[in-house]
């Protein structure tokens, strides 16, 4: 089951993690953001060494707010948002929210989705955004019935709160 077992790689779907630690971390949308590319990072005792990442389609990027970034999701933006507010945090964040995959934090590109990921975990972890923080997990069966349509089980899911409203809120509106 590819949905539940395969593991890809989300890409920039991934940079809500980031987001969301950086929210967390007391950043705020109208924050300013260094988005040029090329951009380059000291990785000692890593290859390569210095790890160097383009924006899309070789766009040199600017700096602008944190939601200008996210609108142009910047590689670069976001790998320098990612070093900013600490690559562990944003594991911590993807954690709380869902990924439950490996994830290095000492992988540089890890801010723009180079690690795998299970599709239906990253389908949660946007979830949490959309229910303003709280998480639930992903679930198949909501209900089954008998022929006389008495329930014989019904799924429940009180959730949990995993990130605060606000960031959840505000993630979104830059989204």
Known sequence: NLATQGARQPGSSFKIFVLTAALEGGLVLDDTLNGSGPCSFPNPGGYPDPYVANNFAGESGGTNTITGNVQASSNCGFLRLGQFVGLQNVVDVAR?????????????????????????????????????????????????TDRRGNVIYEHQSPGRQVVSQQSACLATEAL
Not at 109 to 115: D, V
């Open 96 to 144: 709380r929210m869902g990924i439950t995959t490996e994830l290095d934090a000492r992988n540089l590109s890890l801010p723009i989705g180079s690690e795998e990921v299970h599709p239906i975990d990253m389908a949660g972890a946007a979830a949490v955004l959309a229910h303003g923080g709280i998480r639930h997990r992903p679930y198949f069966i909501d209900r089954v």
